[in-house]
């Protein structure tokens, strides 16, 4: 364990005896007291503040060690942030609604410099989004968008507009294999121009332009694939050939989120797999910069399975054996909210590194910044 882990651990202790002696303190006890406690951790932590009404706790590091926080570290002090906040908040509940983010503060960074992994799309001064992004999706879709994702979304400048049930012809229809009669030119027309929200709140107006990225999802019941993945990988595969005729647009696939019961959860994973591999697997030999995969399938089947940025590079882990929805409603197949402030935090990074790639490919304009 790293010293500065120790020293975590025990200043978390103190900090803890110091919420519960003093209940009902107000935000700037509570910065004062997070001061105390930063100044005995050794990551590097310059500061941190809360925004209570968009439930944000955020910590400034300089650049160097911001790259040198490990997916662990982030899990360390999230936990322990998690227990502050619940005796801050009386509930344990109310602090789970909390995300932890990161912020680098580098006065002597060299312009133009930029980490891949913490570009960020920045809101222009007007309160406008820097882009637009369209979001298919059902039920699942609306509580994670509910959950953090729009706000998350928002704070990074990208506008999000949603279509779910009861959008025209087409929104009741998004199984897997309802994908290929979306992904066409008269009903993409339509998707590209839709900026009405179903389900998502925004804190930004819409760009004046069409939907630059569209993030496609298919709820729970699609992570049963039967007894073979064959058709599925046809139907995505059908999917190519469109989004190679709009290298102008982003396409970004999030895989179904797994069930509590899955007939073969080992076939689920084996199609999530070839769906993310960019060398092997459904992308492999193509030159395709601006279609991506997030696996949310892989990010509910476990606490320690990701698909996130870490030190500047994508990564994917999973849990052998943990194959199904580990983040249950109460016996529900529809992910909780823990689960779903999870997939968020995990997801926005990785689509903000994935904006700068598609930028780079595409000459699409897009002012990126350092967070």
């Not at 909210?337 to 997801?347: C, L, S, Y």
């Amino acid at each position: 364990m790293k010293r500065g882990h120790c020293a975590f651990l025990c200043v978390a202790l103190v900090f803890c005896a110091l919420f519960h002696a003093r209940a009902g303190m107000d935000t700037e006890g509570f910065l004062s007291s997070l001061s105390d406690w930063i100044i005995g951790t050794d990551w590097g932590i310059r500061s941190g503040e809360i925004d209570e009404e968009k439930r944000n706790l955020t910590l400034t590091l300089s650049r160097m060690d911001l790259d040198a926080l490990t997916g662990q570290d982030r899990d360390d002090i999230k936990s322990a942030l998690m227990d502050m906040l619940s005796l801050y908040l009386s509930s344990a509940e109310e602090a789970a609604r909390f995300s932890i983010l990161y912020q680098a503060d580098d006065g002597g960074l060299p312009p133009g410099e930029q980490s891949a992994g913490e570009t960020a799309v920045l809101p222009d001064k007007e309160g406008q989004a820097e882009m637009n992004l369209v979001f298919i999706h059902h039920s699942c879709g609306e509580n994670w968008l509910r959950d953090g994702l729009a706000q998350m979304l928002n704070e990074y400048g990208i506008y999000v507009a949603d279509i779910t049930y009861g959008w025209r012809e087409y929104g009741d229809h998004t199984d897997t294999a309802d994908w290929p009669g979306w992904f066409r030119d008269d009903v993409m027309g339509l998707v590209y121009r839709e900026l009405g929200t179903m389900s998502a709140e925004n804190s930004l107006a819409p760009k004046d332009v069409e939907n630059t990225a569209v993030l496609f999802k298919s709820c729970f019941p699609n992570s049963d694939v039967g007894d073979a993945i064959g058709d599925e990988q046809a139907v995505y595969n059908s999917l190519l050939a469109y989004f190679e005729s709009r290298p102008d647009k982003m396409f970004i696939l999030v895989t179904p989120p797994p069930m509590i019961r899955i007939g073969d959860p080992g076939l689920t994973r084996d199609l999530c797999l070839w769906l993310t591999d960019r060398g092997e697997g459904w992308l492999g030999g193509r030159d395709l910069g601006n279609v991506f995969v997030f696996d949310l399938y892989n990010v509910l089947t476990h606490p320690d399975a990701h698909h996130r940025m870490e030190n500047g590079q994508e990564i994917h882990t999973r849990v052998p054996g943990a194959d199904t929805l580990y983040y249950d409603s109460a016996g529900d197949d529809h992910p909780n909210g823990q689960g779903n402030r999870k997939a968020a935090e995990e997801f926005v990074p990785l689509l903000v590194h994935w904006i700068a790639l598609f930028s780079g490919e595409s000459g699409w304009e897009v002012q990126l910044f350092i967070p």
